[in-house]
Structures are given as structure tokens and as C-alpha cells.
């Protein structure tokens, strides 16, 4: 009699956590089970269960002790990532943000290359930058408008000492543009050869073409809806 009422209990047990797989992903987390019909003794199953769902899904440490938290998150739901975020799945390796990205700080990988944002010293910075070989990378911008804006200067390029400046967007409708500093060649211009296109109205266009005499520049002026050009200065240098 007791060898039968302990098979009545340890049969089912026995067949319900063979139920329990431990499989890795795909796997499914179902709220539903277990439900409050089945056996206690089958629990620690569920739970074995439970702990291999969140070590596939988040990529967990498997039986590896974490000595520290990897993010932590406040009551209103934001979320704090301590350390760096290295992107190795989702969609095309993309990190997506719907809020814009804000930085605060600055810590500088000791290796690799790529792009890097930061904020130090109250200077935001971005670098195109190898770590590796401890040098700068080209950097493009592409948009169909590029506009630096700053509360003082509009456009500022600083190198040795010496900077170009504007105090008001450079546009054809407002603003004035102004080249300070004890350069060598403070502005150069090309020589043009391309057909001329009206500069349209209320709008003016300089250019150097192919001057007079052999070998030198005349500066020529445009304006509004004419592609009739006006010298300024001719037979400028030699060897053009």
C-alpha cells in the first residue's frame, strides 16, 4: 500500500517535469503555466526552466558569478547603463533611439577605431578616430543643407591660431561673412571654365576666369538674373 501511494505521487511528478524543456532559443515564456493544478514537486523545473529563458534571451552568464550590475532602472522607467554597449544583433547591428542621444561624458576606448561621441571639458566632440593606431580618420557629412550654428559665431574653423568666421548664417537672404586672422592665404578661389548661371535676384556671384593677356585671372561679377559678367580687375598675375 505505501509503495502504491508513493508511484501515485512521483508517476505524475516525474511526467510533468519531463513536460519542462530546457532547450535554448527559440524559446517561449508562457504566464499561464504552471497552473494551481499542478504538482509542487514538478516546481523546480519551472524554475530551471525560467533561469534558461533569461540566460538565452538577455545572453546571461551561464553558473558564472556578476560582479556588478549591468544597468539599473529608477522608478520612472529610465535606464542606466554603467558600461559600454557593444551591438552584435538587432536589426543590421543598428542602435535606434526615438528620443535623440544625449552625452554627457567622455572614456576613451584603448583600442579600435570608428566613430565617437563625447562630451569633455564643456566641449561637445566628435571624432573619426583609430585608438589602435592613435590617428584621425576622414570624416563626410552628407545632407541636402549644412548648417554649423553656434549662440555667438555661426561658422568658425580654427587651425594654428587663425579663423573663419560669420556673425549670421551665410545665406543669400541675411548674414555677412568675415575671414579674420594673419593668414598666408586667407581665401583662395579657382579659376572657373564651367559655363556661368544666372545668380537669380537680389543675388551677386564673383569668380576668377581666364584674363586678357596669356597666363593671368580677371575677377568677374554676376548678379541677379544675367549671365552677363562685369571685370572687376583683369590681367591678374602670371602662369595661369
Given amino acids: 500500500m505505501r509503495i502504491r501511494k508513493v508511484l501515485y ?10 513536460c519542462v524543456t530546457y532547450a535554448a532559443l527559440p524559446n517561449t515564456l508562457n504566464p499561464a503555466t504552471p497552473a494551481n493544478t499542478d504538482l509542487v514537486s514538478a516546481g523546480a523545473g519551472q524554475i530551471r526552466n525560467f533561469k534558461q529563458y533569461l540566460i538565452d534571451v538577455f545572453g546571461l552568464p551561464n553558473n558564472v558569478a556578476v560582479t556588478s550590475a549591468a544597468m539599473s532602472i529608477a522608478t520612472d522607467g529610465k535606464i542606466t547603463v554603467p558600461s559600454a554597449i557593444t551591438l552584435t544583433t538587432g536589426v543590421d547591428n543598428r542602435l535606434n533611439a526615438t528620443k535623440g542621444v544625449f552625452v554627457t561624458g567622455e572614456t576613451t576606448p584603448a583600442s579600435g577605431e570608428g566613430l565617437f561621441l563625447s562630451y569633455f571639458g564643456n566641449i561637445g ?39 573663419m568666421s560669420s556673425t549670421a548664417p551665410i545665406s543669400p537672404a541675411r548674414g555677412t561673412f568675415d575671414i579674420q586672422g594673419n593668414n598666408a592665404k586667407p581665401f583662395t578661389m579657382s579659376k572657373s571654365t564651367a559655363a556661368v548661371s544666372a545668380p537669380s535676384s537680389g543675388v551677386g556671384l564673383l569668380r576668377w ?10 575677377l568677374v561679377a554676376y548678379s541677379g538674373t544675367s549671365t552677363t559678367g562685369v571685370t572687376v580687375v583683369d590681367n591678374v598675375g602670371s602662369g595661369n
Fill in 9 to 18: 505521487v512521483l508517476v505524475p511528478a516525474v511526467l510533468l517535469a519531463a
Fill in 125 to 163: 566632440w566628435i571624432y573619426s578616430y583609430t585608438y589602435t593606431g592613435a590617428a584621425y580618420r576622414p570624416l563626410t557629412l552628407l545632407s541636402s543643407t549644412f548648417a554649423i550654428q553656434t549662440s555667438t559665431n555661426f561658422f568658425t574653423i580654427d587651425s594654428g591660431g587663425s579663423s
Fill in 209 to 218: 576666369e581666364t584674363g586678357t593677356n596669356a597666363g593671368t585671372l580677371k
